[in-house]
Structures are given as C-alpha cells and as structure tokens.
T-cell receptor, first 116, second 115 residues
Framework: EADIYQTPRYLVIGTGKKITLECSQT?????MYWYQQDPGMELHLIHY???????EKGDLSSESTVSRIRTEHFPLTLESARPSHTSQYLC???????????????FGSGTRLTVV | AQSVAQPEDQVNVAEGNPLTVKCTYS??????LFWYVQYPNRGLQFLLK??????LVKGSYGFEAEFNKSQTSFHLKKPSALVSDSALYFC?????????????FGTGTKLQVIP
C-alpha cells in the first residue's frame, strides 16, 4: 500500500547535536512538504519541493535544511539542535496539478522532536 | 469521528465585495478550528484558528472567521475581496480532547475574485 513514512516517531536529543528527520513516500509524488506543528496545532510550512533538486523555503522561518536527491526521499536536517526546535514535524506529499486540493495530500505520521 | 464539510466547490465574488467561504464541522468534544489557504504550486498556509474565547477570530490578510457553536459552523469572511485572494481555501478541525490527533481537512473551496 502506497504511503508516506517518517522516522523516527519520537526523538529526544541534546542541544548542539545534528539530527536528520527522514521522510519517504512510495507514491511517486512530485511535490513534498515539511510542516511544523506547534502546540496550537496549526501547521506552518517550512520547506517544500517540486521535484528532484528543487527545494524552497516556506512561510515559517526555520534553521533547518532539506534536500531532494531522489523523488521518494525528502530529509530535513538540523545542524545544531536547540530547545527552540522542540516541536512536531510533519512531512507530506501531493500529486502534480490536476489534484491541487488537500485530498491530494498524504501526510506522514509525524516526528515529535524534543531538544533538551 | 470528526469531519469537516465545505459545501461549495467554488465561490465567485467581485473585487471589493464581501466574501464568505462556508465550513461546518462535527466533533465529539470541543473543537479546534482552522482555516488554511493554498496558492498555486504552494503548500498550505495558515490563516487563522479558533481555540476558545471570542467567537470572531481575526487572521492574516484581513480575513476573519466566526465560530458558531449552535450551528457548528466556522465560516471564513473578508469585508472587501482582492483579486490576490483568489486561491484554494481549506477548513480543518481537531477534537480538543485527548492526545495528538491528525487534523481533519475539508475538501477545499476555490475562491475566484473577479476584477
């Protein structure tokens, strides 16, 4: 069954450590996204990609970086984690135009990151 | 189970006129309610939310939404539409109880502002 996978589900890490949150999808979607979900539960777009070698920053400023070397893989990296990075991170993918609605979105189950 | 309904696939409004995008919801407990906008080739962008308190919530770009508990509605409004408001709008809901749950999105309403 096609799906989108995020690992790890939970991560507790010390300040200053480098971390990479993994996101992979098996649907062949061109577009992938990273959202940060704060305690108020709304989503804020931090990165998106239209395809291989394409990455753009989203609406919420983030110290993280992303890469898109393969269609199915969209990892997010924090070079030096800080307590302010503590949050829920959601990965998503969607079809190309023709299915622009949220129903075309598939969300991963999220990574809950705690930086101590 | 929680659900969201956006009864209109598309709303057309003339520039300068007030606009309303409708949303009704269903949850077991008290709701968190959200509106998002999606411009072409972009991800979802947060507009506003209702958690508790004043039923009229003000958000980005002059948008506001009114929470009506008796009608289980959370309609998005703007007093004067701009052509640049043309986009896809999504209502979303989450039950306030319990731990982390995925937010449930509506199917979206395409807003077309006519010059």
């Amino acid at each position: 069954e096609a799906d989108i996978y995020q690992t790890p589900r939970y991560l507790v890490i010390g300040t200053g450590k480098k971390i990479t949150l993994e996101c992979s999808q098996t649907m062949g979607h061109d577009k992938m996204y990273w959202y940060q979900q704060d305690p108020g539960m709304e989503l804020h777009l931090i990165h998106y990609s239209y395809g291989v070698n394409s990455t753009e920053k989203g609406d919420l400023s983030s110290e993280s970086t992303v890469s898109r070397i393969r269609t199915e893989h969209f990892p997010l990296t924090l070079e030096s984690a800080r307590p302010s990075h503590t949050s829920q991170y959601l990965c998503a993918s969607s079809d190309s135009p023709g299915h622009p609605g949220v129903l075309g979105y598939t969300f991963g189950s999220g990574t809950r990151l705690t930086v101590v | 189970a929680q659900s969201v309904a956006q009864p209109e696939d598309q709303v057309n409004v003339a520039e300068g006129n007030p606009l309303t995008v409708k949303c009704t919801y269903s949850v077991s407990g008290n709701p968190y309610l959200f509106w998002y906008v999606q411009y072409p080739n972009r991800g979802l962008q947060f507009l506003l939310k209702y958690i508790t308190g004043d039923n009229l919530v003000k958000g980005s770009y002059g948008f506001e939404a009114e929470f009506n508990k008796s009608q289980t509605s959370f309609h998005l409004k703007k007093p004067s539409a701009l052509v640049s408001d043309s986009a896809l709008y999504f209502c979303a809901v989450r039950d306030m109880r319990g731990g982390y749950q995925k937010v449930t999105f509506g199917t979206g309403t395409k807003l077309q502002v006519i010059p």
